[in-house]
Structure formats: C-alpha cells, structure tokens
C-alpha cells in the first residue's frame, strides 16, 4: 500500500474534520495531489487538487473557502482540512497522487493521477 487515508468519521454540520493521507515511497513525493469522493448511488467527484512546487491549488466550487489541502514538511502526509461541513459532504474521501506534473486544469481528472488511498468514510450528520 502507497497511499493510506484516514481521519473520516461522524460529524455534525458546522463541524470540521481533517483527513490525513500518508504516503510512502514515490507516490508521496509526487509532482500533485488531489482529494476525490464519492456519496452512495453517484460517481465519484473532485473536490481539490494541488501542485507542490507551485503550491497553486484547484478546488471544486463545493469546497472553496471550507476545505484546503496542505503536507507536512517531510512530504509524507498530505492533509485535507474540512470545516464547516455540509451533510452533503457525507462521501467516501480518496486520496491520490500524480508523479507527473499536470497542469492545474488537469487536476479534477482521475486520470492525472498514478496511486491512489483506499478512502475513509466522512458522514455529516443535519
């Protein structure tokens, strides 16, 4: 396994969460990153995606102003932090990252990406 999320729970809205994605080896030290999820029943969107050299991020209109994805400094952990949450962020979150260096245009496209985490469930509750 290259890239494990975690951090999804139950939450109220208003509330926040933080989900974490560790990485080991390439995927970790990859050019981008991206968040995606999917709720039951639809397919799988874009929610932010970042290039790490420029630190240029591309969120989703849902997440703008709530969410925002950072690492920590040794490139390991990538975070998504998400406030103010909606019950219709409920959704399995993924992680993912691209060893390639997309454009930023190119970061709500899966296919930009090489590895990716095998989800963590956020359920916001009303």
């Known amino acids: 396994v290259q890239l494990q999320a975690s951090g999804g729970g139950l939450v109220q809205a208003g509330g926040s969460l933080r989900l974490s994605c560790a990485g080991s080896?390439?995927?970790?030290?990859?050019?981008?990153v991206g968040w995606f999820r999917q709720a039951p029943g639809k397919d799988r969107e874009f929610v932010g995606g970042?290039?790490?050299?420029?630190?240029?991020?591309n969120y989703a209109g849902s997440a703008k102003g709530r969410f925002s994805i950072s690492r920590d400094s040794d490139k390991t952990t990538m975070y998504l932090q998400m406030n103010n949450l909606k019950p219709e962020d409920t959704a399995v979150y993924y992680c993912a990252a691209s060893i390639r260096r997309p454009i930023l245009s190119e970061l709500p496209n899966p296919s930009t990406y090489d590895y990716w985490g095998q989800g963590t469930l956020v359920t916001v509750s009303s």
């Open positions: 970042i290039r790490w050299n420029e630190g240029s991020p």
């Open positions: 080896g390439r995927p970790s030290r990859g050019s981008a």
